[in-house]
């Protein structure tokens, strides 16, 4: 901004820029050393990632993909949006839970199974209470997902099950990101996602929905039929089916502006404004057009329900980068 010579007002002053820049930059997890520790402790609507990151970049402006309908139609066009997250449901969390700590939080020793060498050594910072998906006696994905605050790092792992009451655990496969600096895996790399990506970043949280009430960040998805292919952000495929018309991991898709969000309220309207700008990643194999959130007592479940009555064919498929299949 030029200075006028001859004027000085409020809006020409650099030190009132300056200020008001910081206050309308999204603070990230670094500026915020106020942060809790304990289970999904709130983050306060802090963006995990760098500004610049692909979960954080809006895709509103992106050409479709040529391939669009025929994907969306492979998932299911009359299929509706399912909120695959919400209260403490039978004792396990609904949703992905996360645990923050501090960087003084004592690591454990990890020993991975299958996914060893697609995997980074611990030890990790993980807390012998730290919340499992699907609660302590699940079969499922037993996802366990650690933030360190202070250190600004991401443990995450798949298949984790405590040993020696959480003194070390046993895990199929693990990943870390330094979030002050975030690199994709190598290439072909799983993660404790099936595409290779960091999981909690992609999450629908209550403090950014209902606390902040605004979703700054793509949101993570799953189908049930993927295809043997990966597209950037991702970095690994987890699927025998080599259709072409079937989505590959890492493909991102956004709710079409055309879609009237006006008769949405609450929650369900902010998810679905945030579909418009940054969209969600196909990130796991589950339920057709499932999006993962963490659990949170506070939500209510009659505010996340109306997404539901979204489907498939409101959406459309971003332009994809280059297509791996080997």
Known sequence: MKKKPTMRTHSSSPYLVTLLSFLLTPLTLAQRPELKTGPNADLGGASLMPAND????????????????????????????HEDFGLVWQ???GGIPYYVVGGDQPKVTVIFN????????????????????????????????????????????????????????????????DLK????RPAGWT??????????????????????RKLTHALRFTVQKSRRAY?????????????????PMGMRVRLKASFDTSKYTGAARVILEGLKTHGMILADNGGDWFISGAPDERWVHDELTPIRNVKGKDFEVVKMGTLTTR
């Open 114 to 177: 299958e996914g060893k060498d697609e995997s980074d050594p611990g030890p990790y910072p993980i807390p012998p209470d730290a919340w499992i998906e699907g609660g302590a006696k699940s079969d499922g994905d037993r996802h366990v997902l650690v933030l360190d605050k202070d250190n600004w790092k991401l443990y995450e792992l798949y298949r984790a099950f405590p040993a020696d009451g959480g003194k070390s655990w046993h895990a199929y496969s693990g990943s870390v990101f």
């Open 181 to 184: 600096a975030p690199t994709p």
């Open 231 to 247: 597209v950037p952000p991702a970095t690994h495929f987890a699927s025998p089916h080599q259709e072409e018309n079937l989505p």
């Open 91 to 93: 004792g396990a969390p």
């Open 191 to 212: 993660s404790a996602d099936a595409a290779g990506l960091p999981i909690l970043p992609g999450l629908a949280r209550y403090d950014e929905i209902c606390g902040t």
């Open 54 to 81: 692909e979960w954080n970049r809006g895709v509103s402006r992106d050409p479709v993909d040529p391939r669009s309908d025929a994907i969306i139609a492979s998932i299911g066009a009359e299929k509706g949006l």
